[in-house]
């Protein structure tokens, strides 16, 4: 059986945590034998530490009840201290946290810590502005927090009263273990040319240069602690989120005992309390999914709602029939097309031969293209124009534009002379003079929809404007709730939730917000959206091509009829004139 830590003695209820520390703290101020056993009760277990030594501030609730209160951790609290503990030898780690649990808190606590119980530690605590890391009387700020501790602690406990703490702007030193806190707000190079034994860099998700930050840091310590709320799928914290080799803590609102009161789940199975349903009437989804689910995606306003994306899930996505590899000549010539289980190419249909399908139906094809460095994918959609049904995907992040476009244009001879659409912007500059070069011309030219009679232009290709990719953005999103285009790629679904409306009539990929892309590329993420809603534009287009009336049959035996010859055999008199 494992021996009794301290901790085990100390009560967790509020009323009787605070009659233990009155108590506790009375007997050792004239029992010196009784500080030293509690100095080393201390030092040999920090929840003992916290749990009896350590304070918290609520300024809410009723005027009589003290602002200043015994901080007492909870389970998940109690899990996070000791995990910090155990990864400041040399591990990083993200905090995905609601809010009111207490995390930056707890980092403090830890750091402090061993700022007073351990020789020679070196902290920086930083955050996003100056005045969040140390401002005189500003509760906010990371300095206070760390005062507020010392300013409540006893006497023979702490040492800022007893030793002579030196306590300057942005800086704590401890004479008697020769360790030091240091402050820093978010400047490009923090940190460089440091040695720190732990970096505290509070709600990441806010810094403006956090990738450069990471950069500086890197060398500084082995052990970066990021906590932080989310604020969308992009930026150095999520970049971090999903990196496997990164260990992370989630601290999410119902892990909180007081507002899991009454836990239940909703008719979507999401869970919910009183205490959930009563902050939601007070602000909305989006912040309910910043500050209390941690909610990446939530966090964001998403363009293509999770009612649809699911939807589309459940009732038209399916794994493709075929992969295959294509095989094409440096002409742009289609040769052949072989199955291959790491083929790009994959297809939601039954190749017949040589030829896609039992019939030439009218494809189309559209197409997103990247500089080919393997930052982002280049794309094609391909696509049955008549029942709007996505038959075909073909994603590479390593190919050249020129390349791509000669690949194009082979899939769209096999496809029997598939229509042709892709951006035009950037690497689909290279792109577009290839294909015109291989002599393909059943392809899309610029509209200009902003003329009196819009019309079509002699530049081919779709130009990326805002206002361009609104409109494209928001017809394939109609086309989607419609049917009228139907997705099976799982993996172009999965892109469709990474695009936000930002204001200003802009949708963008949330990449293109935050990104450490060195290509330039930032927007050109979440490519197979592009593609496929390109090949919607062209299957529209196609659509409103075949509801025109045709004209009408004239007999030459009607008025019309004979006038219509009269006029003939008159303009070819006048010709011979």
């Known amino acids: 059986m494992d021996p009794k830590k301290p901790s085990d003695i100390v009560p967790g209820g509020f009323a009787e945590n605070l009659v233990f520390r009155r108590n506790l703290i009375r007997r050792a101020a004239a029992d010196e034998s009784l500080q030293r056993d509690l100095r080393t009760a201390c030092r040999l277990d920090p929840i003992f530490y916290i749990n009896t030594f350590c304070w918290g501030y609520n300024p809410r609730g009723p005027q009589r009840q003290s602002k200043i209160q015994p901080f007492i951790l909870f389970d998940c609290q109690r899990d996070l201290v000791l995990d910090l503990v155990s990864a400041i030898p040399g591990e990083d780690r993200l905090i995905v946290k609601a809010r009111d649990m207490g995390v930056t808190f707890l980092c403090l606590f830890v750091f402090e810590w061993l700022w007073k119980f351990y020789e020679y530690q070196s902290f920086l605590v930083a955050s996003w502005k100056e005045e969040l890391v140390d401002k005189p009387g500003n509760p906010k700020s990371l300095f206070w927090k760390i005062d507020l501790q010392h300013r409540y602690q006893p006497s023979w406990l702490n040492p800022t009263i007893e030793r002579g703490v030196h306590r300057t702007y942005m800086h704590l030193e401890n004479p008697e273990t020769h360790s030091v806190f240091d402050g820093e707000s978010s400047v490009a190079n923090m940190a460089r040319g440091d040695r720190r034994t732990a970096i505290l860099n509070d709600e990441y998700a806010s810094w403006p240069d956090a990738y450069r930050i990471d950069y500086a840091q890197a060398d500084a310590t082995h052990c970066r602690i990021w906590p932080s709320t989310p604020s969308g799928p992009a930026g150095a914290f999520y970049d971090h989120y999903l990196n496997p080799a990164i260990k992370k803590m989630r601290m999410p609102w119902h892990l909180h005992p007081e507002k899991a009161r009454g836990l239940y789940r909703n008719a979507a199975g999401k869970l919910r309390s009183p205490a959930y349903d009563k902050q939601l009437a007070r602000t909305s989804e989006r912040q309910m999914a910043i500050e209390w689910e941690c909610d990446f995606q939530g966090a964001s306003h998403r363009f293509y709602h999770e009612t649809l994306l699911e939807r589309i899930n459940v009732e038209d996505v399916q794994p493709p029939i075929t992969r295959a590899a294509v095989d094409f000549s440096p002409e742009g010539r289609f040769l052949e097309a072989h199955d291959d289980p790491d083929g790009a190419l994959l297809l939601w249909m039954v190749v017949a031969g040589r030829k896609p399908g039992p019939s030439p139906a009218p494809y189309a094809i559209g197409a997103d293209i990247s500089v080919g460095t393997g930052s982002s994918n280049s794309c094609l959609s391909i696509v049955n124009r008549v029942t709007g049904e996505k038959v075909g995907e073909y994603a590479t992040p390593r190919i050249d534009p020129t390349e791509f476009a000669r690949l194009a244009v082979a899939l769209a001879a096999w496809f029997h002379d598939a229509f042709l659409i892709w951006e035009a912007n950037g690497a689909g500059i290279g792109f577009g003079r290839e294909v015109i070069r291989l002599g393909h011309r059943n392809l899309y030219y610029r509209v200009q929809e902003d003329r009196l009679v819009p019309g079509a232009t002699d530049r081919p290709g779709w130009f990326n404007t805002p206002s361009a990719a609104f409109l494209l953005h928001s017809a394939y999103r109609t086309?989607?709730?419609?049917?009228?285009?139907?997705?099976?790629?799982?993996?172009?679904?999965?892109?469709?939730?990474?695009?936000?409306?930002?204001?200003?009539?802009?949708?963008?990929?949330?990449?293109?917000e935050a990104s450490d892309d060195p290509t330039g590329a930032k927007s050109a993420h979440g490519d197979r959206v592009i593609a496929d809603a390109l090949a919607c534009m062209a299957c529209d287009r196609h659509a409103t091509m075949s509801m025109a009336e045709p004209e009408p049959v004239v007999s030459p035996y009607s008025y019309q009829g004979r006038r219509r010859e009269w006029e003939r055999c008159r303009d070819e008199s006048k010709q011979r004139w």
Do not use: P, W
Request: glycine share 8%; net charge neutral; aromatic share 12%.
């Open 479 to 512: 086309a989607l709730m419609e049917k009228r285009f139907v997705n099976r790629s799982f993996d172009a679904v999965t892109e469709l939730r990474d695009y936000c409306y930002i204001g200003d009539g802009q949708v963008r990929h949330a990449g293109s």
